[in-house]
């Protein structure tokens, strides 16, 4: 079924600088700011995608609670409970969000969702409201060139968070491929529930 899947190839923006340190600096402060400033929208994600030149993957997702769990209030009976557990649960699994290639060979090194709802106890003062969930994860991958198409097999990767969270409906994503001395790809699309399933670098 994946193979009848639209496939979309996200035309990168080539960036040239003489100093890789401060090509990634700027661009790692940059796109922090964007996500800072990102407006917590229903049903809405951001999720930016970093590829080191030595095969380091790391995922960071935002978005409003409401998209992953249905609910952003703590929760007030054994079924919520269950289900925030089982949300917290689905954020250490590799394929969470994403479903990397077998012939990328990327191991999952490191997870970490985070959200409000996940802590037992609210902090004294803290008032219920919106709800947002994040996620960071980092995968070691031993060929990323089949990530990127630099090997000359565009096999890309598999956006799941759509499969897995229903109530989702748009992903903001941006991407960044550090390709050596002195360059980095970037890039950007949004993708619609229903529209694009599979992306490439
Ligand atoms: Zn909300």
Do not use: W, Y
């Amino acid at each position: 079924m994946t193979l009848l899947l639209p496939i979309l190839s996200v035309a990168p923006r080539r960036v040239r600088h003489p100093q890789t340190l401060a090509v990634a600096l700027v661009l790692s402060l940059v796109t922090a700011s964007a996500f800072a400033q990102k407006a917590h929208q229903h049903g809405h994600a951001q999720m930016q995608l970093t590829l080191s030149a030595s095969g380091q993957l790391r995922l960071q997702l935002q978005g409003a609670m409401d998209g992953f769990l249905g609910f952003e209030h703590r929760p007030r009976n054994d079924a919520q409970r269950a289900a925030v557990e089982a949300l917290r649960q689905q954020t250490l699994l590799a394929d969470a969000v994403i479903a990397l290639p077998a012939e990328a060979a990327c191991r999952l090194t490191a997870s970490e969702g985070r959200s409000m709802l996940f802590d037992p106890a609210p902090a004294k003062g803290t008032r219920e409201g919106h709800a947002d969930l994040e996620l960071v994860q980092t995968f070691q991958c031993q060929t990323p060139s089949v990530l990127t198409g630099a090997a000359g097999r565009k096999t890309g990767l598999e956006v799941s968070a759509f499969k897995h969270f229903t109530r989702l409906r748009t992903l903001e994503l941006s991407f960044v491929v550090e390709s050596g001395p002195g360059g980095a790809d970037t890039g950007s699309r949004r993708l619609q529930r229903g529209k694009l399933q599979r992306i490439h670098f």
